[in-house]
């Protein structure tokens, strides 16, 4: 098999300029006959939504992993005139905005009245 793929590379058909080039053409169509999908790497936000209550949000955020961890919880308490991040220290953060871009945020800050803008 090398020495066919060798010939093909000494002819310069269709362009191959090297054996794992050629292979990795052949490789691919082989998948894409047999209907094999390739694994493409699932893509995880940088913060997600981790548990929602009356007093406050928890975010997890994945911009702060260690070697050890995969990210960093981050409270959010709800105040009747802002929210405060416990980690920033600050109620203008983005996991201040993230937190209250959630739907189930909004509906509780709805249902206690208070209007608060990110």
């Known amino acids: 098999m090398p020495a066919v793929i060798d010939q093909i590379l000494t002819r310069g058909t269709r362009g191959y300029k090297s054996r794992s080039e050629f292979l990795k053409e052949a490789t691919r169509k082989r998948f894409d006959e047999l209907n094999i999908a390739q694994s493409t790497p699932k893509l995880v936000p940088p913060l997600e939504h981790f548990n929602v209550n009356e007093e406050g949000v ?61």
């Open 58 to 118: 928890r975010i997890l955020d994945r911009t702060l992993a260690s070697k050890t961890t995969n990210g960093r919880i981050i409270d959010i308490y709800f105040k009747p005139d802002n929210v405060w991040c416990d980690y920033c220290q600050s109620s203008n953060c983005q996991h201040t905005k993230f937190a209250l871009e959630l739907p189930a945020v909004q509906e509780i800050l709805n249902k206690k009245g208070w209007t608060i803008k990110g």
